[in-house]
């Protein structure tokens, strides 16, 4: 079974610029979450989504949005980029079979460079 | 709130030496805890997790982690370290009172060097 997929794998933007990053979750699972990860903060939640909905949201500015489709794929969205955005964004998936106790599987991430 | 801390940046052993990689934990009431192993350029790999039961849970390559209720730890361990265990460690924690689907919490983790 393949695992989480996220593209693109790097991606260099300038400041104030946008950027979309993808993810596809393993075949089956409903859940998918994103994570910042920089040196600084560590891991970081962004946003969790479950059947096309938002069920969580993490302490970020409004800039960062997300969505999921039919077919479980994700994408979130950074708009006016700031250097601070330059992190490993990272999915995460998960079957939602038992909730809490589901193990998320992670992706390999994108690398996000704003300069 | 719930935390997770990882009281050790990095942790050095000789290989064939046993390993253990430090997590304890702060959660209201009992917690599922989780570890993740990260290597360079690539996402992180799940290796084991506590929900319920047996304090001894046994994961992937070699890896178990004993949950310890009254000391709120959940340390990894390894009896014998391979240079290719090499890599950054993370515990991560959920809250099972929390309604809804909480995410999990992070340690800031904790990088493992195996020494030839």
């Known amino acids: 079974k393949a695992g989480v997929t996220q593209t693109p794998r790097y991606l260099i933007k300038t400041r104030g610029q946008q950027v979309t990053l993808s993810c596809s979750p393993i075949?089956?699972?409903?859940?998918v979450s994103w994570y910042q990860q920089t040196p600084g903060q560590g891991l970081q939640f962004l946003f969790e989504?479950?059947?096309?909905?938002?069920?969580n949201k993490g302490n970020f500015p409004g800039r960062f949005s997300g969505r999921q489709f039919s077919n479980s794929r994700s994408e979130m969205n950074v708009s006016t980029l700031e250097l601070g955005d330059s992190a490993l964004y990272l999915c995460?998936?998960?079957?939602?079979?038992?909730?809490?106790?589901?193990?998320?599987?992670f992706g390999p991430g994108t690398r996000l460079t704003v300069l | 709130a719930q935390s997770v801390a990882q009281p050790e940046d990095q942790v050095n052993v000789a290989e064939g030496n046993p390993l253990t990689v430090k997590c304890t934990y702060s959660?209201?009431?009992?917690?599922?805890l989780f570890w993740y192993v990260q290597y360079p350029n690539r996402g992180l790999q799940f290796l084991l997790k506590?929900?319920?039961?047996?304090?001894l849970v046994k994961g992937s390559y070699g890896f178990e982690a004993e949950f310890n209720k009254s000391q709120t730890s959940f340390h990894l361990k390894k009896p014998s370290a391979l240079v290719s265990d090499s890599a950054l460690y993370f515990c991560?924690?959920?809250?099972?009172?929390?309604?809804?689907?909480?995410?999990?919490?992070f340690g800031k983790g904790t990088r493992l060097s195996v020494i030839a």
């Open positions: 995460a998936s998960s079957r939602q079979t038992s909730g809490l106790t589901d193990t998320q599987y």
């Open positions: 075949s089956g699972h409903r859940s």
């Open positions: 989504y479950f059947s096309e909905t938002q069920r």
């Open positions: 959660v209201s009431g009992n917690p599922y």
């Open positions: 506590y929900i319920t039961g047996d304090n």
């Open positions: 991560a924690v959920r809250d099972p009172r929390n309604s809804g689907n909480t995410p999990l919490v």
